[in-house]
């Protein structure tokens, strides 16, 4: 596999992708993105399981369960969710799909929608006609704004990638771009995140694939604990690379495809968490020793949405007791004389006690940019990566005062 320098979502053969400004967000922040295909894609989605769910999230899912082979394109809104809108949100997510139709000559049903942004406020369909407007006029000459800048909210890093791979001897490219910072929590998904490919894969095996990637990475970050109502994952792949299809796991090139995939997606995630509102550095939470993978899991999630963990990492504070307290009300019945607690390589808990390593020297891990910290249960064998990030003062900041 090959990462393409400077790549993003539409460094994929055949797709497009360009933003602007069109007045949602004050001040100079473009704030409408567009995705397109110059042929039919073959589509997949993952939805937030948050019950109160925004009206694009209800209008893409009743699309994709009709149409999951003929999708051209997505639009992408920031600064506005589209969320507790009633009937009227529903009306607006379909006014913004038809427009895009209409100014692109594609079929009905064929381009999905997706919002991100203040809760209840109505979408301004009007401003966000004059940008599809003005992206059309500049179609396909110039991208304007990129993509993952146009979908950001309170993101500090455009959060993009491209890699290029072989599937039975033939050149595939895989695109993305993804929007995430705060309301970060597993399940499902925990931002926006878009992924294009030339690559042949059925509806059916793009969707298993999908969801089994999210698992692994989507799934298993969280910056605050807060589940959005707008989080979605969508996949588009048109095919016109001229690779063997993909239809299941026994089909040439799956596993090419499949872990590919699974890289794109972890590096994502590392951004998004690295990236999470008023973090000072990425952290990941390795849980080994666990006796099933789910309860490496479930103690990976509960250790990472601890705010005295979190406010501990911020301050370089090595309160290992947080950490084990943490795995202790996670509800694994963990034994806690056998745990053992490294940050990095440096024993800091050894049989559910302090390990004797200098506090100093242990300070001085929390201080990287990146900072690892395994939880050895010895229960078994099952292990599980997590992401998530520190809490500063910023944090507070940016959301007490996020609307006004």
Known sequence: MKIIEKGSIDSV????????????????????????????????????????????????????????????GIVVNSGNANACTGQRGLDDAALVAGEAEELFSLFGESVLVMSTGVIGVPLPVDKIKKGLRQIRKNYPNSSGESFARAIMTTDLQEKCLAVEIEVEGVPVTLGAAAKGSGMIHPNLATMLAFFT????????????????????????????????????????????????????????????????FLEAATILTRKIAADGEGATKLVEIRVVGADTYNSAVQVARTVANSPLVKTALFGADPN?????????????????????????????????????????????????????LVIDLHQGDQECCFWTCDFSGDYVRINADYCT
């Open 13 to 72: 053969p055949g797709f497009y992708a360009a933003g602007t400004k069109c007045g949602i967000k004050m001040g100079d922040a473009p704030d409408l993105a567009v995705l397109l295909c110059e042929t039919a894609c073959t589509a997949a989605g993952i939805f937030t399981t948050n019950r109160v769910k925004a009206a694009p999230v209800i209008y893409c899912r009743n699309i994709l369960s009709r149409n999951n082979d003929n999708v051209r």
């Open 197 to 260: 490919t030339d690559a042949a894969v059925s509806p059916d095996a793009l969707s298993t694939i999908l969801r089994r990637i999210a698992e692994r990475t989507f799934n298993m970050v969280s910056v605050d604990g807060d589940q959005s109502t707008n989080d979605s994952v969508f996949v588009l792949a048109s095919g016109s690379s001229g690779a063997p299809l993909i239809s299941g796991p026994e089909s040439p090139g799956f596993s090419a495809f499949f872990e590919a």
């Open 320 to 372: 290992w007791g947080r950490i084990i307290c943490a795995a202790g009300y996670s509800g694994v019945p963990i034994e806690p004389e056998k745990v053992d607690i490294y940050f990095g390589k440096l024993p800091a808990v050894k049989k559910g006690v302090a390990a004797g390593t200098h506090r100093d020297k242990l300070s001085d891990e929390l201080r990287k940019k990146e900072v690892v």
